[in-house]
């Protein structure tokens, strides 16, 4: 053994040689590599453009909305304390409109008769006896317990014609509180109604009713109860039209809010927030068809005493 390395060995004494092992940690350092890292930005980037698209989408249909409700005269949703347009004042939030008022479609029914020129009731029977209008109102009575609304109809026959009533109860609703969408039981019902009505001459009164509750904001252009019962008569409209009755069954649409309530002594009564569909015998038809007819004073006596006043002016001025 050369010399050094016996002083070497003779200094530290007898100790072993150190051995050092290597071993390759490449294995262990693949599951914390940066391949994953670019798998989770794809997946990103892609959820990114998804939402892009979802937003793009609501915005159009959000704009094909605001022109069918404008048309319709009924763009509007409960928010509490008041209505207003939200698709006039854009998303609050969620890219689902609540509430939306329903608007007639371009083309209700293909075969709507209605589109062809003329009124399409001409030559179909009109029911004016009591006789008639009860055995009417017992096949509407039949429809409504189909859909489960027995215990919201009411009707009784009157000189006038027969009388239809559909209200709410404490435990359900003919339209979403504070908003003019009908639910899908009253729609189902309307829509069967519309044929029915369909092969009769008799006209209808639509008239919408609401109870006493409030709006918060009572300047004279905030929404209100007028506007919510003249609403909510334009959509059992939509509804009948969609069921195929002639537009020309409809002889006038009103909303009345809580002018007529049906519990008096409790203004805020369930009972008084309804639809009414009053069907007209054909004297009474023209009776209030005559009422907004062409007006011609020579044949009232407003217009007589018009014209003893005129007619002496007009001679003294010769």
Not at 195 to 204: D, E, H, V
Request: hydrophobic fraction near 40%.
């Amino acid at each position: 053994m050369p010399p050094d390395l016996q002083a070497i060995k003779g200094g530290r004494g007898h100790h072993d040689q150190t051995v050092v092992k290597k071993v390759s940690r490449r294995a262990e350092d693949d599951g914390h590599g940066g391949a994953w890292k670019v798998a989770f930005a794809d997946f990103c980037l892609a959820l990114l453009c998804l939402f892009l698209v979802l937003w793009l989408l609501a915005s159009r249909n959000s704009e094909r909305l605001q022109v069918i409700l404008n048309n319709a005269s009924a763009n509007l949703i409960d928010e509490g304390q008041g209505m207003h347009n939200t698709l006039a004042n854009g998303s609050k939030g969620s890219m689902i409109e609540r509430y939306p008022v329903p608007a007639r479609s371009d083309v209700l029914n293909p075969g709507d008769p209605t589109r062809g020129g003329g009124d399409p009731r001409q030559g179909r029977p009109s029911l004016d006896s009591p006789e008639q209008l009860q055995e009417l109102a017992q096949r509407i009575s039949k429809l409504a317990a189909d859909e489960g609304l027995q215990g919201h109809l009411r009707t009784a026959v009157t000189p006038q014609g027969l009388r239809l009533q559909l209200h709410d109860t404490e435990s359900s609703g003919m339209f979403e509180r504070g908003s003019a969408q009908p639910s899908a039981r009253l729609a189902g019902l309307l829509r069967k109604l519309g044929p029915m009505l369909a092969q009769i001459r008799n006209q209808l009164l639509i008239v919408g009713h609401t109870d006493s509750t409030p709006y918060q904001d009572k300047t004279p252009g905030a929404f209100s109860n007028w506007a919510l019962s003249s609403h909510r008569a334009m959509a059992a409209r939509h509804e009948l039209l969609s069921g195929s009755m002639p537009e020309s069954s409809v002889l006038q649409v009103v909303g009345m809010a809580d002018a007529a309530p049906l519990e008096p002594a409790n203004p805020a009564a369930a009972a008084n927030r309804r639809i009414e569909l009053f069907l007209l015998t054909s004297a009474q038809s023209q009776a209030i068809a005559a009422m907004y007819g062409p007006f011609a004073p020579e044949r009232s006596e407003l217009g007589e005493q018009v014209r003893s006043v005129v007619a002496p002016a007009a001679s003294a001025a010769r």
